[in-house]
């Protein structure tokens, strides 16, 4: 006898918490072929806002971590999405029709992205921080700080939808920023499941905050925050992302234009993009 | 007859070598704008240097593409060591002429001749002579190997530090293989016009550094604007910068900024207190308070409040204002009637606020922009000295009582450019440096800058780092964000 299947509500990630759209909206997600998947959340303004409001209440406990709990944490994370790697592989092929060896490269691609960017949490400082032989008796050192809470618009690429996903978020997180996260409208349900290995991760909630819904309708809520940092367009459209660059000028938010980096690129300059070099001198005397 | 009263010791203005009136320098000729002309007079006593030609939108356009000319048909295809030997000869002709820079510096800016003499020339020098060393070692820089220049960079810089904030641009620009239009800012063009008798000097290739005086609101917006600009660097306002970066959304030039500041200079119970007092000073008073990074809000441990604002006025009392020119002159004249007139305003303001006002009680010269050294007490937190960058001899002092509480005061402005911590206690001092949002902090000292040491700010003071291996990334592919 069959039995029929319990299907899961997919909502928002804000604060390591999974709450409706306050606005109650929600977009219908079908498969290729047609057959309904679910109701996913439509993200409105407002939780924009709230999830700013997480990621800044997050942000000064992971940036103050240490290096190298930052760095257990996204091997714990490549752990857990391991863990649930065919869970994965079903939904990406049920959602985009992906072939399942292709899915199965796609999310193993992005358990390494996380273990890439895990090792390099405790080597970022040295190898793009620095020790500067100034002329004069101080210790002058360099070092590369979060930027604080970056916005992060996913790429909608086809066939990486988890990819891009991964490759947009561990960079952020490497350095201590938090992060707030348009995921694809190709792939809503991916990046809600997720959450879900975050949010069984240890990393802190608030860290990562995820929203499904309309990029070209939140992006620019997010630029024109007064409370975000820094924002990463590699997945907004061209228009949208120059209303989103124009926005962003009004705080002098840092941006990364579209193109920058390949949607599913793991670099080191993607690491840089989000932190701000702090240089402190100190006198050095016998006094 | 005073302690204080020195006989005058004006530095002779006989070593200059000016001439009437300055054309634009582009494709290593001199030619008039066509943006017509002004006089670039001395701040101290009014008086008219020279006039200078100004550059309208088409000027622009000749730099533009005689930038782009010696881009592709010199500057990218010469080896790097070749390129940083020109540096080199630059930095040595700085070396070799650096009186004479600072004097021009000190007569068209109004700063002493102690600083522009002592600070702002030597850095000129040495900042060629760092970015030199670089120019054939840029595998190094942390941008992967053999990392590409982005072609023509134009620059925009203030007025503050004339002649330098021209090396912090040119310097890393020409090293990393960039070509440069240069605009010097309105009311001191006078040693970048000089710096390209410098460039002729080191037979740099012509079109490699074009220099085009200019207002703002027409060269420098047509240089914003150009199609043909890879890169813009621009050192100046918060409001100025937040244009640009709004210009500039959604094409392909690269952008960095140095903005506004409001720096806290934060004194603990435990610090060396005469130490911090002249730490204080400099922080604030130093190029009359036109410095960006300034540590123009004093936050100060409420139990050694009282002795530090009595020992700082006490110390205040006997620095020189007066002619610029003179070697015992500590504090210099205002820039411009611009930057007086605001700098008048704004401590109007901050007394019909209810902060007290001090000001130094010393005669000024008849002619000329001054402003007394002022010091604001009983600042709150949302009085406009304690917000708003002033960019003069102002200082507003607060108070705090917990490390806690002074590093939530240090950060509550939307700037982050610089912060000082002066405290005897090292622990301490890292941890409160750890926990400013600055990108410069400076501990038991301040206001010190050199070529090796990135400068550049969080936030509102803009994005990008200036000096060292860092500075490099604003003038080569794969540098990251814009």
């Known amino acids: ?287 | 007859m005073s302690f204080r009263d020195y006989a005058p010791a004006p530095e002779s203005t006989a070593i200059l070598n000016l001439r009437p009136s300055y054309a634009l320098y582009i494709g290593g000729e001199w030619t008039d704008g066509r943006g017509g002309s002004m006089t670039t007079i001395s701040p101290a006593t009014e008086k008219s240097i020279a006039e200078i030609s100004l550059a309208d939108a088409s000027d622009i356009d000749r730099a533009v593409a005689a930038a782009r000319k010696s881009y592709d048909t010199v500057w990218s295809r010469m080896s790097g060591a070749e390129r940083g030997k020109y540096l080199f000869r630059i930095a040595r002709l700085i070396q070799e002429r650096a009186r004479e820079f600072a004097v021009a510096e000190t007569l068209d800016n109004g700063k002493p001749i102690r600083e522009t003499r002592d600070i702002d020339i030597p850095l000129v020098a040495a900042w060629f002579f760092h970015y030199a060393g670089w120019a054939d070692k840029l595998d190094y820089a942390g941008l992967g190997p053999n990392p590409s220049a982005l072609g023509v960079a134009g620059q925009i810089i203030p007025w503050n530090f004339p002649l330098l904030m021209l090396a912090w641009k040119v310097a890393p620009a020409l090293a990393a293989g960039n070509t440069v239009v240069l605009k010097p800012a309105e009311t001191t063009p006078l040693t970048a016009l000089m710096f390209a008798d410098i460039c002729e000097q080191a037979g740099l290739p012509a079109g490699v550094v074009n220099i085009v005086p200019g207002l703002g609101g027409v060269a420098g917006q047509a240089l914003v604007e150009h199609a043909g600009v890879n890169k813009i660097a621009f050192t100046g306002s918060t409001g100025v910068g937040r244009q640009i970066a709004r210009t500039l959304a959604g094409s392909e030039t690269r952008v960095t900024l140095e903005l506004g500041g409001k720096g806290a200079n934060i004194v603990f119970d435990d610090a060396a207190i005469d130490e911090a007092v002249e730490g204080i000073i400099t922080g604030i008073f130093f190029n009359q308070g036109h410095v960006c990074c300034a540590g123009s809000r004093l936050l100060v441990q409420e139990n050694i409040q009282d002795e530090v604002v009595e020992k700082l006025t006490r110390r205040l009392s006997t620095l020189r204002l007066g002619d610029p020119l003179d070697k015992n002159t500590d504090i210099g004249a205002v820039n411009s009637k611009e930057q007086l007139a605001r700098i008048t305003a704004i401590t109007a303001t901050g007394e019909a606020e209810g902060a007290n006002r001090w000001t130094l009680d010393c005669e000024l010269p008849s002619k000329g922009f001054w402003f007394r050294p002022t010091i604001f007490t009983n600042v709150t937190t949302s009085n406009t000295v304690a917000r708003d960058e002033i960019f003069g001899p102002v200082l507003s002092v607060l108070s705090f009582r917990t490390p806690d509480e002074a590093i939530v005061k240090a950060n509550n402005t939307p700037y982050g450019l610089s912060a000082g911590i002066w405290t005897q206690n090292a622990s301490r001092m890292l941890r409160v440096a750890d926990s400013l949002r600055a990108g410069v902090v400076w501990a038991n000292t301040f206001n010190q800058f050199d070529p090796t040491s990135p400068f550049g700010g969080y936030k509102e003071s803009g994005y990008g780092r200036e000096g060292g291996r860092h500075g490099l990334a604003a003038y080569l592919a794969n540098g990251g964000a814009r």
């Open chain 1, 1 to 287: 006898m069959s039995r029929l299947a319990i299907p899961k509500t997919y909502k928002l990630f804000i604060g390591g918490k999974f709450p409706r759209s306050e606005s109650g909206r929600t977009t219908e997600v079908s498969s290729p072929t047609g057959s309904f998947i679910a109701n996913v959340a439509k993200a409105s303004r407002k939780d924009a806002r709230d999830a700013v409001v997480a990621a800044r209440a997050a942000w000064s406990g992971w940036a103050g971590a240490s290096a190298y709990n930052r760095g257990q944490v996204l091997y714990r994370v490549a752990e857990m999405l391991e863990g649930r790697l065919d869970q994965f592989v079903a939904e990406i092929v049920e959602s985009t029709g992906a072939k399942p060896a292709d899915a199965r490269a796609e999310v193993s691609a992005a358990i390494d992205c996380l273990v890439w960017h895990a090792g390099w949490t405790d080597k970022f400082a040295q190898v793009h921080g620095g020790a500067n032989p100034v002329a004069g008796p101080f210790f002058n050192l360099s070092v590369p700080e979060s930027t604080g809470v970056v916005a992060l618009v996913a790429p909608s690429v086809a066939g990486s939808s988890l990819l891009g996903l991964v490759s947009s978020i561990a960079p952020a997180l490497t350095t201590g920023n938090a992060v707030v996260v348009l995921a694809s409208e190709l792939a809503p349900c991916a990046a809600m499941t997720f959450a879900e290995v975050l949010a069984t991760s240890d990393v802190p909630g608030g860290v990562v905050n995820i929203l499904t819904g309309s990029v070209d309708e939140v992006a620019p809520w997010l630029a024109s925050h007064a409370d975000v940092n820094a924002i990463d367009l590699t997945g907004a459209g061209r228009e949208i992302a120059v209303e989103c660059e124009r926005a962003a000028a009004e705080t002098l938010m840092r941006v990364v234009r579209p193109g920058t980096f390949g949607p599913t690129e793991s670099a080191f300059n993607r690491i840089a993009a989000f932190v701000e070099i702090k240089t402190v001198w100190h006198t050095k005397s016998l006094a």
